[in-house]
Every structure is written in C-alpha cells, then in structure tokens.
C-alpha cells in the first residue's frame, strides 16, 4: 500500500467503527490525504466496491468535496449503485464537479427507480447545463411521485426563464396541491404581463388563492 492508500484505509475504517463520525473529522482527514500530494481519487475509488453501503455513500460525497474532475468517470459509475443513497451522494458530487459529460449519465438518472435520486439528478443537471437543463427535467412534470413533480416546479421556478411559463402553467393543473403552489410560485418569478392572466386564474382556486393574490398585488405594486 502507498501512503496515500494507508490514509484513506484509515479514514474508511474510522467510519466503519464510527458511524456518528462527523464531516468535520472526514475534511480533516480528506486535507491531510491532499497534503500528500499522492493519487487520492484512486485510492478513494477502490472504496466504492465496499460492501458495506455507507462506505460507499460517504466516499461518494467525498470524491466530490475533493473537486478533483478525474473523479468523474467514478462518480458517473456509481450511479448505477444498487444503493439509493450512494447514487443520490454521487449526483450530488458530479454537481460539486460540474461537468457536462456527466450529463447523459444524469439524464439516464432521471429515470431512477428512487425519488430522491431522480430529484438530486434533475436539481445536478440545472446546475451543469441552467437553462439548457429544462429541456431534461420537464418529463418528470408527470412523474408518478408528487414530491418530484414540486421538486421540478421549484427548479423551473428558479431558472426566471421565461421558456418555463408553459410547463409552470400546465402544472398549475397538477392533482397536488404542493405542487400547484409551487407553479404558481414559479410563474411570480417571472415578467407580470407574460403571467398576469394565469396568476389571476389561479385565484378561483381555494388552494392558491391567497398565494396567487398575494403575487399579484406584489407585481402590480412594483409597476406603479
């Protein structure tokens, strides 16, 4: 074993016996590893095929606090894990990472059998590609998990594109509740007289009424 693999083995075995480690002490010891100047990722990476799942995820999550991009090959590898939770950690570091040839890999997530990932897949595309993402991301509009379907809504409500008004007002269709709020939040972020007729729609509905309401008489004050 190099040095730089003795380190990481030690760090892996301190999570194993310590699954209350804190963060604090994992970036202490991800420091002293860089220090070393050795080939981190790799000795990192080997860790990936642990058995043991929270190994796994927490390597994940460090491969991408490193920022170091030769990571990506591993991190796009474990989002075919067979745990959720280390698919979810790896999209979370190829966010960190930020490079877009992760992204078919990321598209392929979008279809996870896990909610979770699929959010973590769609909120890591718009973070790589921005207003190229919601091309990606508006199927999942009609996901089967509500929860997703409010995720996107958000994402699309924080871009301030105006190439989201269609997929924003349609989900102001939405079975949800949550998610229909989460449109109409969406649309107040974006140009009054491009939203103002759907804004003033949504106040026939109890649900979103008041927060519709509210959004108009914001926009319309900042107008005068």
Request: net charge neutral; proline share 4%.
């Amino acid at each position: 074993m190099t040095e730089v693999e003795t380190e990481v083995a030690r760090l892996v075995q301190f999570f194993r016996e310590d699954r209350s480690a804190p963060f604090e002490e994992s970036l202490n010891a991800e420091a002293r590893i860089r220090e070393m100047g050795g080939p981190v990722v790799q000795a990192l990476a080997l860790h990936l095929a642990d058995g043991d799942r929270g190994i796994r995820a927490r390597v994940a999550t460090l491969l991408g606090l490193l920022g170091d991009r030769t990571a990506l090959p591993v991190l796009i590898a474990a989002l075919t894990d067979n745990n959720a939770g280390v698919r979810m950690n790896a999209c979370d570091s190829l966010r960190r990472l930020r490079d877009v040839r992760a992204v078919p890999a990321l598209v392929r997530a979008l279809q996870d059998p896990n909610d979770a990932v699929r959010k973590n897949a769609a909120t890591t595309l718009v973070s790589i590609k921005r207003a190229k993402a919601i091309a990606f991301i508006v199927p999942l509009l009609k996901d089967e998990d509500a929860r997703v379907r409010e995720h996107v809504c958000w994402l699309l409500g924080e871009r301030r594109h105006i190439s989201t008004l269609p997929f924003l007002a349609e989900a102001m269709q939405d079975e949800n509740v949550d998610v229909r709020q989460k449109a109409v939040a969406g649309l107040g972020n974006l140009p009054l007289d491009l939203v103002e007729h759907h804004l003033t729609r949504a106040c026939d509905d109890p649900d979103l009424s008041f927060l519709a309401g509210a959004i108009l008489r914001y926009q319309r004050g900042r107008k005068q």
